[in-house]
């Protein structure tokens, strides 16, 4: 097999456990990726407004929004008016979203983050080098993600 070969083997492998981890984490849960995302940053930022979880989350605001909109579907968090400020609006998890967020498994993105913390900071470096690059050559490097490890469309949540 030739290098180029090995390359994109490999990245298929990324694709297809990202895969199987997401469709494991919506059976186990009934959530995606990105709606385990907001879940915990609502929970870890307390009351936080769409704006401000856009940004924890690296998400545009629309993605977060549309995300939001199906967790409060399912009953999982709501959207409360400030006292003081009449124009925020803040995301708050309901009491059925925090047990979902307890018994939720793992996003993949955490035992990722272990194992990369682990490593030594020249290797880290040159992982960080080396996907960049493939990311460019792919003309995905101007693409706006977020930090999260899933297959498809945020926007489709």
Avoid: C
């Avoid at 940053?41 to 940004?55: C, N, V």
């Amino acid at each position: 097999m030739e290098k180029h070969e090995e390359v994109l083997v490999a990245l298929r492998q990324i694709i297809r456990a990202i895969d199987l981890h997401s469709r494991q984490l919506s059976k186990a849960s009934g959530l995606t990726g990105p709606q385990l995302l907001l879940l915990q940053a609502i929970s870890e930022h307390g009351d936080i407004t769409m704006r401000k979880l856009a940004q924890a989350t690296h998400m545009s605001q629309a993605t977060a929004t549309t995300i939001i909109d199906r967790l409060e579907q399912k009953q999982l968090v709501r959207r409360e008016r400030s006292q003081t400020d009449k124009r925020k609006v803040y995301a708050v998890l309901t009491d059925d979203g925090t047990t979902k967020l307890k018994t939720a498994p793992r996003p993949l993105q955490e035992s990722f983050l272990l194992r990369f913390q682990s490593l030594e900071a020249w290797e880290q470096n040159l992982l960080l080098s080396s996907v960049q690059r493939i990311s460019s050559m792919m003309n995905a490097d101007a693409l706006d993600v977020a930090p999260l490890l899933q297959v498809g469309s945020l926007l489709h949540e």
